[in-house]
């Protein structure tokens, strides 16, 4: 009987050892990989003439699409968005253009949960513009999305789930005539499982 207890022991030590083994062997298996860009172009297109100037675009944003990932897309475990920015990439004309409004959602497009950002700041628009002998540099215009947003959680689960997205950006500027293009930049820390 003292063989059998000892044996019971014996068992049960190695396999709460053996689990506890592969739990660490798991942690020891993932890497988070620092600074995964994703870009979105957005066209934008003037809509309506009422006072101020309506303007609205739409891309799709398909996470799969970033190859730095591509071996991990079924390992992901963990999404944290360290930086969002929307940056001006072109404008036409290129002075006199100044924004007055906007709205960013990202809708996942399986699941249909939103992230929505409003920029309420009135800020006129410039893109980038390299010096020249006769003209000095011109930075493009930047709006920062601070990462205390609530539902940057979204963005996370679009990203991990490898969901495909609809972006939307629309809002008013204070002139008629125009076109712009704007960068909608996302860069997140991903953990992931090792293949």
Not at 51 to 72: H, K, M, Q, R
Not at 163 to 180: C, E, K, L, M, W
Request: proline share 4%; hydrophobic share 40%; charged share 15%.
């Amino acid at each position: 009987m003292k063989k059998l207890s000892f044996l019971f022991i014996a068992l049960t030590l190695i396999t709460t050892i053996t689990i506890v083994s592969c739990d660490k062997i798991t942690e020891m298996l993932e890497v988070t990989l620092q600074d995964v860009e994703f870009n979105i172009d957005l066209n934008i297109s003037e809509t309506t003439k009422t006072g101020s100037y309506e303007f609205s675009g739409t891309a799709i944003f398909d996470p799969a699409i970033n190859t730095e990932l591509e071996p991990y897309y079924e390992t992901i475990r963990d999404v944290t968005i360290t930086e969002m920015t929307i940056t001006v990439t072109s404008i036409t004309p290129s002075t006199g253009v100044s924004l007055l409004d906007a709205s960013l959602t990202i809708t996942d497009n399986v699941n249909g949960t939103q992230f929505n950002h409003i920029i309420s700041t009135v800020k006129p628009l410039t893109a980038y513009t390299p010096s020249t002998p006769t003209t000095p540099e011109i930075l493009a215009t930047e709006f920062v999305i601070g990462l205390t947003a609530a539902d940057f959680s979204v963005l996370s689960g679009i990203i991990n789930d490898m969901h495909d997205a609809t972006v939307d950006f629309s809002g008013h500027v204070n002139q008629t005539s125009f076109t712009i293009g704007f960068n909608v930049g996302i860069v997140a820390d991903i953990t992931v499982g090792v293949p």
